[in-house]
């Protein structure tokens, strides 16, 4: 832990159940428990699971110019998302490239809470900060419990009520178990499910008062590595981890644009000037690769950055994989050469172990149309 500079107030509860808090993002994180992690899968597939993902970093910008400083920030439009919305957003370099994915929550009139990852996204914006009437603070003690699974709305609505009438990428002010909390409709997994937002103090009582209730529902704690098997699934993208800055190409600087990603779709419709607009508009066409999908034959799942070969030539790299016990499937997500990112084309992917068969498949596997997340009711 010696990278970590901030702490989750779960930190023994992770203990307890066999993790050595790993580092992400400067916080100790559960990356491993003393269990199978295909119980931990499976239970956010068919029932729900608890996951402190605190480590997300949480940014609070309030004042006049709030709104102009995200506009100029990240790809959405500001003006489209009220107070109780949400949205999904990336930020961009001078040259188009991406540089952190965010979530949007608008607060107030004036008032924000931009939630991103391990990127540059606190740099982003305190750049885009520079000269405005604008405050941004960083907050530490706010803590995020994601409770993620087909039955986490029957569990909440015992306690909140109105939940079940927040709708995806919407989120509220309320109380649970007494504790002031704005719970948000969104989540990693592909599921529906919930985030919790908690001060720090109040995120033990509220973490063993769900795990203690839903027992015998089938909720349980859940590392935060298992989201690697959900997001598979789901084509749910993690920096740096698909990214080039961990796959680089020769002769060239990190970055990746968000065609290349498949990630324009976060570029409100007609946005200009925000940071990377230009570059962002002009390399459309250019890509060097396309993020896709791979099935792979039998049992095993591919190594993380396994090379993906086609024809005896190298035409890409699996990123992260997994078996699915449910599907019974193994599958990844994949930087494949543009060609080669076309539904049934040929692969061999050579694993430390010997080489395995795919296929070329489109993002993503799990419930494509997105009609568990958006559920009504």
């Known amino acids: ?93 001078e040259a188009g490239k991406f540089t952190d994915d965010c979530i949007l929550y608008r607060t107030g009139p004036n008032a924000w809470m931009v939630v991103h990852g391990s990127g540059t996204g606190h740099e982003e914006l305190q750049r885009a900060a520079m000269g405005r009437d604008v405050s941004l603070r960083f907050d530490d003690n706010l803590h995020d419990l994601s409770l993620q699974g087909p039955i986490a709305v029957d569990y909440l609505a015992k306690h909140v009520p109105g939940i079940r009438d927040l709708n995806y990428f919407h989120h509220m002010q309320t109380r649970l178990f007494g504790f002031p909390v704005m719970i948000s409709r969104t989540g990693y997994t592909g599921e529906r499910g919930y985030e919790i937002f908690c001060r720090g103090q109040d995120a033990g009582t509220i973490w063993d008062t769900i795990l203690d209730e839903g027992k015998s529902a089938g909720i349980i704690a859940c590392r935060f590595t298992t989201l690697d098997m959900l997001r598979v699934e789901s084509y749910l993208l993690f920096y740096p981890y698909d990214n080039s800055q961990k796959y680089p190409f020769e002769n060239e600087g990190p970055g990746d644009t968000l065609w290349e990603l498949g990630l324009d779709f976060t570029v ?42 086609r024809d005896g030539k190298k035409v890409g790299v699996v990123t992260c994989a997994m078996y699915s016990p449910l599907v019974k499937k193994s599958m990844g997500i994949a930087r494949l050469d543009v060609d080669c990112a076309v539904q049934g084309t040929r692969f061999e992917i050579r694993n430390q172990s010997g080489a395995i068969s795919a296929t070329a498949e489109p993002l993503p596997f799990d419930d494509p149309k997105k009609t568990k997340r958006t559920a009504k009711g």
Request: with cysteine.
């Open 268 to 309: 409100s419709p007609g946005k200009t000037g925000f940071r990377g607009a230009e570059e962002h508009y002009r390399l459309k066409g250019k890509e060097r690769f396309k993020i896709f999908g791979v099935l792979l034959e039998g049992k095993e799942p591919a190594d993380e950055g396994a090379p993906v070969y």
């Open 1 to 93: 832990m010696t990278a970590s500079w901030r702490f989750s107030t779960l930190a023994d509860r992770h203990r307890a159940l066999g993790s050595k808090l790993e580092d992400w993002s400067g916080m100790g994180t559960a990356w491993t428990y003393d269990k199978n992690a295909d119980e931990e899968y499976i239970a956010i597939r068919t029932k729900a699971g608890l996951m402190d993902v605190s480590g997300l970093k949480k940014v609070h910008i309030t004042g006049p110019h709030a709104s102009h400083l995200i506009d100029l920030a990240t790809t959405r439009d500001v003006e489209k998302i009220y107070p109780g919305k949400s949205a999904y957003a990336c930020m961009l370099n």
